[in-house]
């Protein structure tokens, strides 16, 4: 608003300086998002709502434009290490601790809708929490999760990390571990930092061992599922189990 004289005109060279044009941006990327929700954005723009927070006095838009151009997609981003993300400029402590704050609440909430549930009925569900868990991790990792007798998940557990392109895993521990727990049954878990959830020979020669071990204990293992950006693969459906 503008400043008048005691007649109401307004006074010459008085008005008020206009806002940032980034905090009208701002509002009309809030606007679009209350009216068309998430699938109305492309991921910079949806990374850029994120950012709000952690920059509440700059454009955004730069810093997302770049993130998604270094690292290639929205869950990529959430999914990299803290230095590499501060490898890109105006990303500092503040912008690594939401994306992290953001990516460890998809994982939450992705968890607690499998966790004491059957696992073999809520497929779909089981396979969507190990790809937010696992498919953009930079290193491999192995996963095992623990059903009882009824098939419900009672517990998860990463066993190993590993490398880019390896991790090491023991059948010992792994049988081991399911009879602490009570387990009867026990689905594998591991990612491909390649993306490609192609199974390698030795993925299929160590699930025989644990499978040959835990066959002894009349322990079932139901499935080995290798998670990849690309998609998954499932040993049982792939007939190597």
């Known amino acids: 608003m503008g400043f008048k004289d005691e007649q109401g005109f307004d006074l010459p060279g008085r008005a008020k300086p206009d806002a940032p044009d980034h905090l009208g941006h701002r509002e009309r990327l809030r606007v679009r998002f209350n009216q068309g ?43 990299a290490p803290p230095p590499r993300l501060k490898e890109v400029k105006g990303v500092g402590d503040k912008v690594v601790f939401e994306l992290k704050l953001i990516q460890a609440a998809a994982v939450r909430m992705a968890r607690n809708t499998v966790l004491s549930k059957p696992a073999l009925t809520s497929w779909t569900a089981l396979i969507e929490y190990c790809t937010a868990a696992m498919a953009y991790d930079d290193r491999e990792q192995f996963r095992l999760l623990f059903l009882d007798r009824k098939n419900v998940l009672i517990a998860d557990e990463v066993q190993q990390r590993g490398t880019v392109d390896h ?12 009879l602490e727990l009570s387990a009867s049954a026990i689905i594998l878990v591991h990612n491909h930092p390649s993306g490609d959830p192609t199974p390698s020979q030795a993925d299929i020669d160590m699930t025989r061992q644990i499978v040959d071990a835990a066959s002894k204990l009349t322990i079932t293992v139901h499935d080995h599922i290798i998670i990849g950006r690309a998609g998954h693969a499932s040993f049982r459906a792939m007939k190597l189990i």
Do not use: C, H, W
């Open 37 to 79: 929700g998430a699938d109305a954005m492309p991921d910079y723009e949806l990374l850029e709502l994120m950012l709000f927070r952690a920059i509440p006095r700059q454009d955004t838009k730069p810093i997302a434009k770049a993130l998604i151009a270094r690292f290639g997609s929205f869950g990529d981003v959430l999914a």
């Open 167 to 178: 991790t090491p895993v023991y059948p010992r521990e792994v049988i081991k571990r399911a």
